[in-house]
């Protein structure tokens, strides 16, 4: 396991943009996939997007299709969310995850993760 940490968030206007970071301070680690999960108050952590390390294969919710970007740098070990025309339903915890070893499983659920950040608000204000 890694610790992450977050940091970008914020608060902005309705179809203003923000870009978060992810990183490990201080050390580099091995990621098969890494993600973005989000959590707005009283409710449930919901997969946002991923991203195989090695390859750069990514998803998204529909929710956000089209309006963020995940990507990452390899040279810095920093994984990235650049989150634009955003939407006062877009404010929530924003967290990332890894998972640290080769694994199969469902990339959606955060049970899949093994390393989490303590997460980054994000507040869009209409």
């Known amino acids: 396991q890694v610790q992450l940490v977050e940091s970008g968030g914020g608060l902005v206007q309705a179809g203003g943009s923000l870009r978060l970071s992810c990183a490990a301070p201080g050390r580099t680690f091995f990621s098969y996939v890494m993600g973005w999960f989000r959590q707005a108050p009283g409710k449930d952590r919901e997969f946002v997007s991923y991203i195989y390390w090695n390859s750069g294969t990514t998803d998204y919710a529909n929710s956000v299709k089209g309006r963020f970007t995940i990507s990452r740098d390899n040279a810095k070990y920093t994984l990235y969310l650049q989150m634009n025309s955003l939407k006062p339903e877009d404010t929530a915890v924003y967290y990332c995850?890894?998972?640290?070893?080769?694994?199969?499983?469902?990339?959606?659920?955060?049970?899949?993760?093994?390393?989490w950040g303590q997460g980054t608000q994000v507040t869009v204000s209409s």
């Open positions: 995850a890894a998972k640290t070893k080769v694994a199969y499983g469902t990339l959606y659920s955060t049970s899949y993760y093994d390393s």
